[in-house]
């Protein structure tokens, strides 16, 4: 008992410490959503620039996600954690120190490295520290960090840039860095949970050592890739470039723009936490229809939200938007964690997020793009975001794809070595 107990509150501590570091993670990364508007003033930057620095965030975060489960598998998640944290702290405070515009999305490509390493690694922990049933709640918990965060930052970075500088606004993310390191160092240790999907694995699987061939030949594997894709799109479009077309389109002041976000992002959090509580009690069918259901209910929110006139039905429909594809991607991280065994769980949550990721830094530039080829018109990137829900929606129409929630020895493709 005394043992069960003592595993209990290892977990607690170790969700709670990733909360944490989470959450400084998207300090960095909500950071340029509000920057950009003085950095554009700064630079001379037109909206396809604008597009391309807060893009290469993501190029960075996509590119890590296959190598940031494969590391965490392999070197285990206390190092490669300190390494993801130590390299966010350092471009954070470079990107402060930026001189010209290569120098910025060079060090804004290094911060999406670094937090690209974090959220496989992040994840494979919750799969070895929380029995199955509880896995669902644990990962709603740390994603709920990014949600919280960009709540708290719409009217906290705002009030920096408008008082300190843009500039500051990054030194304060690294320092913020540094002291997440510091908790890192002596309190993160990872022990197994009872009854987690390690005690039934065979050892056939737990050999296995090449888990991405196996992975990629899942075909849910795909399907939550391309939803996933699609929903990045959605959240990092109006993430990206909501706070522009405030100031810019419905020409409010970047304070009152950061400050109207907060129940927007506030509906984004409600979603994650009831998403988290719901799904564990959830059959895989229950899941997917759930998941169709919020896909196109995002789609026509999104519409709805930028083609009304009225800024009480724009916020109204942008926070049920949110809602629901956050919603989606707790599904998309939950049916992943189920369907895998906990040593290949960084490496599929690592491939699932690439594409998520891709989704994430082609939707800021294809949107710069979208509004210079249209005269600074944000008609078109809207539809195109409200199409992208629509493909997330039919990625979870093939039923037989999601038939078995847990992996095992026969579901799994048969590597011959």
Known sequence: MSTKLGRIASSKLILALLFFGWSIANLNRFSINYAILDIAGEFGLNASLNGLIMSSFFVGYAIMQIPGGLLADKFGAKKVLIFSVTLGAVAAVLTGFSWSLPSLIAFRFISGVATGIFFPTASKTIALSFPTDMQGKA??????????????????????????????????????????????????????????????????????????????RVPMVWAMFTSGFCVSMITWGINSWIPTVLVQVRHLELIQAGKSQIIPLICGVIAMLLCGILIDKMSAEKIRITAIVLSFLASASVYIMYSTPKLALFFL????????????????????????????????????????QSGSFTAPFAIGLFVDANNGSFTVAFMFLALAAVLSALAFIPKRFYKNETASNDSMPVIKH
């Open 139 to 216: 990962m709603s918990v740390l994603l709920v960090a990014g949600a919280i965060v960009a709540a708290v930052s719409s009217v906290l970075f705002a009030w920096i840039i408008d008082t300190l500088g843009w500039h500051v606004l990054f030194y304060l993310s690294g320092a913020c860095g540094i002291f997440v390191l510091a908790l890192y160092l002596p309190f993160f240790n990872v022990s197994p949970a009872v009854n987690s999907q390690t005690d039934h694995q065979p050892e056939s699987t737990k050999e296995n050592r090449s888990p991405l061939k196996q992975i990629i």
């Open 317 to 356: 429909f942008e926070g049920i938007a949110v809602a629901c594809v956050t919603a989606v991607y707790v599904i998309i991280n939950n049916l992943i964690m189920k369907r895998f065994p906990p040593e290949m769980t960084g490496s599929a949550i690592g491939f699932v997020n690439f594409g998520s």
